[in-house]
């Protein structure tokens, strides 16, 4: 009865709080453009957090007797968690991810919420130990920021002393501090082969030294100093003597020179096995290394699991190997990513279900399954660890849709989505599914490829007109979809980053709504609209947006004029394809931000040329597909005379393409003086057996092109 009466109040208390009535204090929280205002009451603050109960001590009324005060560095989404917690006691933690709830820690500690930060440091380690192992370094610092913080510093205290190597394994050990690893470094029991532990140390140095190339073979003396200054200090706590003849080769001797030169003649004369030679150098003793046989045996055990389909047991196993101080980051990778591709039979993916509800290290599914993808979508609602989730399947059901549209506004985690070659029933479930970009917050990444279409939703004299009027009936479809519905979704989005629409008959309907989408859009980082038929107006649309956009960085163009076509067949008119070609290189002249443009497969032609001529003057372009464009011999030099001034782009692909003799020799002479390409495709391009042997021999002079592609020529 007593809890009845609680959970009773708690509601009253938050109707209360989400009405707003008789409120006498308006909080305003967070910073511009993130800013939001709130009402309350003072007398639930003052009896529920000390700090308001401080701050409204201090603050005046103003001339409507509300009292205005500012919290300007705890973010909006953590304030209404707590808040609403100061108003009806309760937080429903299976709807919070690991970050958000540090977060919510933090916050709590700095409103003086002590009740509330030993929950919640309770649940962090109950709950969430594989992400706090994953941002271990993260998590430590934060330990440390109030002495009441004792579990949380506990669990970092015991990572440390017994499973150290956790820390190296971290996915922010960059950010370790300077001491932390110089303690950890002291330690006999770290547990690893010390050429791993000076793998890491190095890998930290040059991380502090963003300046540093990642090849050391390439550093000046200064840079040597450089990183023998910032590791000055753990560098003394290396086990040299303890390190494999084989590791001094590989590991040491690339970066000798941060070594004192009278400890690498001692490191020398140990491996070397110098005779009547003593070693003045100070010897420190090996390190404690647990025999790993109980772990390769958990491995296998694991591995078999999974084989046979026992996913709950298998993840147990995992969950004990990520335990052990030993485990790789291939446990890891193991524990955290699975893919199912080529099936699962049917007992086996109702455990897969199962596993999902509970909070595993599971991050990242992908797979071809038979279960109703509603039962995915369930279990998504009550899961806080899968960031990626991919599903290949045939049709999406009215009950499916609904579900993953119910999951995807309650999950807090899904980082990415994938839903290839389905087709959704009806426009009807594409709204419910699109609508829920508008309220999402979490999602950065979606992808439709091969999918979706839409049948049954027209009349059959309505497509019949359509059809006759020489209109592509998959663009009527999409033309209402991606219109009416989708567009608008992304209009209201404000997270999603990179949209993938690759072969979804989007139609010239489709093409026109997104790219007025784009006009306006200021988070797509990356998109691709390939193979779809979009025509020359939407084409041109693009080209122009292009000028403009600040934001998109990878642009996937491919096969958007003509499909089915040929250009072999000389009698191909690609008017269409050269003034696409020159639109795009006056765009490429303009934009800014892009580094990956696909436009192959649209038979550009002369407009070649134009692209060629752009690529003197674009500064950001590092990759570029041009294959399959009918460009002939000319094209070929001109591009091959923009890689001579050209000194970003690093990939370029022109296969099957006609660049001839004279195009080969063109390029011949590029490669001898272009400094940046590391990729090259020239595959199928009518190159006769003297090019070819002219471009290798070039590729023998060229120190960085290190991916040539030749295949499918050598003809006489």
């Excluded at 030169?261 to 150098?281: F, G, Y």
């Excluded at 990415?416 to 970009?437: C, G, M, Q, R, Y």
């Excluded at 439709?448 to 006759?468: A, D, I, M, V």
């Excluded at 609209?529 to 122009?544: C, Q, S, Y």
Aim: aromatic content about 8%; some cysteine; proline content about 2%.
């Amino acid at each position: 009865m007593a809890l009845e009466l609680f959970k009773k109040l708690s509601n009253d208390l938050t109707t209360i709080f989400k009405n707003s009535d008789d409120y006498n204090v308006l909080i305003e929280v967070g910073q511009t453009p993130n800013r939001q205002t709130f009402k309350a009451h003072s007398v639930i603050l003052n009896s529920r957090c000390d700090y308001f109960r401080k701050v409204l001590k201090k603050t005046t009324c103003d001339e409507d007797y509300v009292k205005n005060i500012k919290v300007t560095n705890i973010p909006v989404a953590i304030f209404e968690i707590i808040i609403k917690y100061i108003y009806n006691g309760d937080i429903l933690f299976d709807k919070i991810d690991a970050p958000t709830t540090i977060h919510l820690l933090t916050a709590a500690n700095e409103l003086g919420l002590e009740e509330l930060f030993n929950i919640i440091q309770n649940h962090l380690v109950k709950n969430h130990a594989s992400w706090m192992c994953k941002n271990f370094v993260k998590v430590h610092k934060i330990s440390l920021e109030n002495d009441n913080f004792e579990e949380l510093q506990q669990f970092c205290h015991n990572i440390i002393d017994n499973y150290p190597n956790i820390v190296f394994d971290s996915e922010d050990y960059l950010d370790l501090s300077e001491n932390v690893l110089v303690s950890l470094l002291k330690l006999d029991n770290l547990n690893m082969d010390e050429g791993k532990i000076w793998d890491q140390v190095i890998k930290w140095g040059i991380g502090k030294n963003h300046d540093l190339d990642a090849d050391p073979a390439r550093w000046s003396d200064a840079n040597f100093s450089t990183l023998k200054t910032t590791l000055r200090n753990c560098l003394p706590h290396i086990r040299y003597f303890h390190i494999s003849s084989e590791d001094v080769i590989d590991k040491l001797y690339p970066y000798q020179k941060i070594v004192e030169p009278s400890l690498w003649k001692d490191i020398l004369i140990k491996n070397l096995d110098v005779q009547n030679r003593s070693i003045t150098s100070s010897i420190l003793p090996p390190r404690v290394v647990q025999d790993d046989s109980a772990l390769n045996n958990m491995r296998r055990k694991a591995r078999e699991c999974f084989d046979k389909g026992k996913f709950l047991e298998a993840s147990k196993l995992y969950e004990k190997i990520l335990a052990n101080s030993l485990h790789s980051t291939d446990d890891l990778k193991n524990a955290s990513i699975w893919d199912f591709t080529n099936g699962v039979n049917a007992y086996s993916e109702k455990e897969l279900i199962i596993l999902l509800y509970e909070n595993t290290m599971l991050s990242s599914l992908k797979g071809f399954f038979d279960e109703p993808v509603a039962l995915y979508a369930d279990a998504l609602c009550k899961n806080t660890t899968l960031t990626s989730l991919e599903l290949i399947g045939e049709e999406l059901y009215s009950e499916d849709v609904i579900a993953l549209a119910n999951a995807l506004c309650k999950n807090v985690t899904l980082s990415s989505l994938k839903l290839t070659h389905f087709v959704i029933e009806s426009p009807k479930d594409a709204k419910v599914l699109f609508n829920v970009l508008c309220k999402n917050t979490t999602l950065t990444s979606f992808n439709l490829e091969s999918s979706p279409y839409f049948e049954g939703y027209f009349s059959t004299e309505k497509l019949r007109e359509f059809e006759e009027n020489g209109n592509n009936i998959d663009g009527l479809y999409n033309e209402f979809i991606l219109g009416e519905i989708f567009a608008d979704a992304l209009y209201k989005n404000t997270t999603l980053t990179s949209l993938n629409l690759n072969n979804t008959k989007l139609g010239v309907g489709g093409g026109k709504s997104l790219a007025k989408v784009l006009c306006n859009n200021t988070t797509l980082t990356s998109l691709n609209i390939g193979n779809n038929d979009l025509g020359l107006e939407v084409a041109k649309t693009f080209a122009d947006i292009l000028c403009t956009n600040t934001t998109l960085t990878y642009l996937n163009l491919k096969n958007i004029l003509v499909q089915n076509a040929c250009y072999e067949d000389d009698d191909y008119d690609n008017d269409f394809g050269s003034e696409i070609g020159k639109l795009i290189a006056d765009a490429l002249c303009k934009n800014t931000t892009l580094t990956f443009l696909n436009i192959s497969s649209n038979y550009l032609g002369s407009g070649g040329k134009a692209i060629a001529d752009a690529l003197c003057k674009n500064t950001t372009l590092n990759s570029l597909d041009m294959s399959v464009n009918g460009l002939g011999p000319d094209e070929g030099k001109a591009i091959a005379d923009a890689l001579c001034k050209n000194t970003t782009l690093a990939s370029l692909n022109i296969c099957n393409n006609k660049i001839g003799s004279e195009g080969g020799n063109a390029f011949a002479e590029a490669i001898c003086k272009n400094t940046t390409l590391t990729s090259l495709d020239l595959k199928n391009n009518q190159l006769g057996s003297k090019d070819v042997e002219t471009i290798e021999e070039a590729l023998s002079k060229n120190t960085t092109l290190t991916d040539c592609n030749l295949k499918s020529n050598d003809e006489n």
